[in-house]
């Protein structure tokens, strides 16, 4: 399996080297292309390589609000879950544990009105959510 993937890397390499002579001609250009040669080395070396403009990134995921995060994981959704997948989740998660549904035993109607709480807490903290960013 390594022959193939040398095979690979000297390959990569030679098509490399031909685009660069092709469309790089300039030294800032050259400086980004001895970069990339290096990153591919490092990483058919089997070491880690982060490029100074990955160390210097400032790119993250935006902040969640941790109330809406919760409230998407009390009904077991991703963040990027559409208003009607969360709407599809709150029916499905109320009638299996509406109060109504839970007959004869004290212990399971409490742990029900308890979780129903939260679901619908939930919910009306995702429809605000959704209703403030106009969707």
């Known amino acids: 399996m390594s022959d193939i993937f040398e095979r ?3 390959i990569l390499r ?10 790089f001609e300039t030294d800032d250009s050259d400086a980004v292309f001895r970069e990339a040669m290096e990153e591919l080395d ?3 070396a089997g070491r880690t ?6 160390k210097n990134s400032t ?5 969640i609000d941790p109330e809406i995060q919760k409230a998407f994981d009390v009904l077991g959704l991703s963040y ?15 009638r299996r544990f509406h109060p109504d ?3 004869g035993d004290e212990e399971a109607l409490k ?3 308890e979780e129903a709480k939260k679901i619908n807490h939930a919910y009306s903290v995702l429809k605000d959510f959704f209703t403030a960013k106009g969707l």
Do not use: G
């Open 80 to 94: 990027d879950s559409s208003f009607p997948m969360v709407k599809k989740a709150y029916r499905e998660a109320m």
């Open 101 to 103: 549904r839970i007959q």
């Open 49 to 54: 390589y982060r490029t100074e403009r990955q």
């Open 111 to 113: 742990k029900a009105t």
């Open 59 to 63: 790119f993250h995921k935006p902040s």
């Open 42 to 44: 490092d990483f058919l």
């Open 8 to 10: 690979l890397s000297r």
């Open 14 to 23: 030679a098509e490399l080297n031909r685009f660069k002579s092709d469309f």
